[in-house]
């Protein structure tokens, strides 16, 4: 028996895994969560974080699994 180990995303790859399993473009989210694409693109690309009230906003739109994945692969970033 062969165990494979889950693949571990970084932040930005966790946002575009969750952007895609909801059928959703930056474009959209964006306008859901109440914040310029541009936004949602500087996070898919790692240069920003989400704000708190975005958090919030994602939770919402996501479900607390993003949440959790998302704050995970911040701490495994950091540590590395």
């Known amino acids: 028996m062969i165990l494979v180990q889950p693949q571990l995303l970084g932040p930005g790859e966790v946002m575009r895994k969750h952007l895609a399993h909801h059928n959703l473009s ?3 989210l964006g306008e859901q969560i109440g914040v310029d694409h541009s936004m ?3 996070i898919v690309r ?3 974080y989400p704000s708190m009230e975005n958090f919030a906003e994602l939770n919402h ?3 607390p699994i993003f949440v959790l994945e ?3 692969a911040i701490n495994r970033s950091n540590h590395s």
Do not use: A
Request: charged content about 35%.
């Open 26 to 28: 930056q474009r959209e």
């Open 40 to 42: 949602i693109s500087k």
């Open 46 to 48: 790692g240069v920003r």
């Open 61 to 63: 739109i996501f479900g």
């Open 70 to 72: 998302y704050l995970e």
